[in-house]
């Protein structure tokens, strides 16, 4: 009486055996200082976080803005405070409306919704073992772009369409890498 073995229904369900190759993908740190595409993510990421850091400084900036030793009379002072507690003149008023600090703080708030999703992205794209070259173009251009839309938006700003086109490359480059990580996992989905 001859006997087959048949595998239960349940059992046939396996996951494909990667090949050596795509092991290997999976198995290699990308995230260290022996990757010059993560050390050139690196600096420019530095740049960008000063960048933001400053953005804090550049707010409290304009709102003491044209205030030197009292050298200017009263009416000539930009003293602008959002909160009761951090006036530290007794003959101002809270404000909340003023449209330099304004610019700024869009501005910041601007890097802050756009630069931190960035970094996220970066560090995927980077797991995705890109081309050297590719890549640190890309995070050269995308810190260039974020710099330039902080100056056409914060410090000397300028009409439309420079404001667009600066948020736009670092806005196409975050969704290119984002496209990039997809695509790259979609097959272990």
């Not at 709102?63 to 000539?76: A, E, G, M, T, V």
């Not at 869009?106 to 890097?111: G, T």
Request: with cysteine; net charge positive; proline share 7%.
């Amino acid at each position: 009486m001859a006997t087959t073995s048949a595998a239960p229904p349940l059992a046939t369900f396996n996951a494909p055996n990667p090949s050596a190759a795509m092991n290997e993908k999976f198995t290699r740190n990308y995230l260290t200082l022996d990757n010059p595409v993560f050390c050139c993510f690196l600096f420019w990421a530095s740049v960008l976080v000063i960048k933001m850091l400053l953005m804090s400084l550049l707010t409290a900036l304009q709102r003491f803005r044209n205030k030197i030793l009292d050298l200017f009379p009263q009416s000539c002072l930009r003293k602008v405070f959002p909160n009761q507690e951090d006036l530290f003149f007794k003959d101002i008023e809270v404000q909340f409306n003023d449209p330099h600090v304004e610019r700024v703080r869009r501005a910041h708030r601007n890097d802050m919704e756009n630069i931190l999703p960035y970094f996220t992205m970066a560090l995927l794209y980077i797991c995705t073992n890109p081309n050297p070259t590719v890549a640190c173009i890309l995070f050269r251009v995308v810190a260039i772009a974020r710099i330039l839309h902080t100056l056409v938006y914060a410090f000397y700003p300028v009409p439309q369409p420079s404001r667009i086109i600066a948020f736009g490359v670092a806005f196409a480059i975050t969704i290119y890498m984002a496209c990039v990580v997809a695509l790259d996992v979609l097959a272990y989905i």
